[in-house]
């Protein structure tokens, strides 16, 4: 049976990026391989960036993520669901990895070189990075990882990790393989300006607990097809976040109306994007009423949380003892 990792960061409310690429993945997965799916908050890599770190909003921000996950269908009596720092043979494991990991391969990692290039002084944890995203998935010998596509290269070179350390050590973790949502592998921001990404800030995101009234404010404004000058004039919907969106969130019929619409300036821009919010209210509105029964109940959430750490341990420590012979570590006795 396959084995599933994926790990998202408490750096800022998650988005219909993260829900789409990634979110909604981890519960079709879950659904298929239970407790063999292992999801985690990765606190250890959020506070490797200064830009986006703060100390006293961490925990809550872990909280929340937590919450998210849960309220967009994870069961985490049914999947294996924790918190990162609640299970030390993470940075272990990483540091094993960090001893093979030549830094030039490193220095090349596009995610990388986008937000070193924003700093004065750059925290090697930055640099470390991928290395400790290699042992997330590792650690559990996982062979499966759902991710945005955004992840591809952190994916490759967690492969090349394995492949370094069977060489050096015997044949000990699989080579994983990136599992893609289809139609969001890269859901754009909703400034129009690339990928929406929590770095960015929140004009580039549409949270999925974000109220609906603040989301309409976003999308009210966001631009359209460009050929789309005045209400007359035809467009092209493949060009158009607008209509990448409807994709997202409208049924059938929807969608076709609202393309043809656009296509033969049948509908206005405006129209269209009411039209969205309709599917939105229709996704969102149930999953924020479920988050806010489970704020209601942090001490659910929290135990929910210790419970999914424990079995997580319960896999990684024996997967860490071979690694500690292997390498040659004296074994305390
Ligand atoms: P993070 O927290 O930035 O994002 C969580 C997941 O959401 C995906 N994603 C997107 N997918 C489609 N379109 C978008 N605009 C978009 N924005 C984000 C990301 O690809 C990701 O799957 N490095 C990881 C966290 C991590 C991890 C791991 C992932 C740490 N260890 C081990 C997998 C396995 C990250 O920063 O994700």
Known sequence: MPRVFSGIQPTGDPHIGNYFGAMKNYVRLGEE???????????????????????????KRTFEMAVANFAAGLDPSKVTFFVQSQVPEHHELSWVFTALTPVGELERMTQYKDKSEQLESVPAGLLMYPVLMAADILLYKADTVPVGEDQTQHIELTREIARKFNHAYGETFPEPKAVYAKDALRIPGVDGHGKMGKSKGETSTLGILEPL????????????????????DPGDPDKCLIGDYHKLFSDLPTI?????????????????????????????????????????????????????????RAIAQPVMEEVREKVGFLKSR
């Open 33 to 59: 391989y239970g407790k063999n799916s292992i999801y985690c908050v990765v606190d250890l890599h959020a506070i490797t960036n200064p830009a986006a770190y703060d100390p006293a909003q961490l925990s």
């Open 213 to 232: 009234d603040s989301i309409w404010q976003k999308v009210r404004v966001a631009p359209t097809d460009p050929a789309r000058v005045r209400r007359t």
């Open 256 to 312: 076709e109306t609202v393309y043809a619409g656009c296509r033969t300036a049948g509908i206005g821009c405006v129209d269209c994007k009411k039209m969205l919010m309709e599917g939105m209210r229709r996704e969102l509105e149930p999953l924020q009423a479920r988050a806010a029964d489970l704020r209601a109940d942090p001490d659910l959430v929290r135990d929910a949380l210790e419970q999914g750490a424990k079995e997580a």
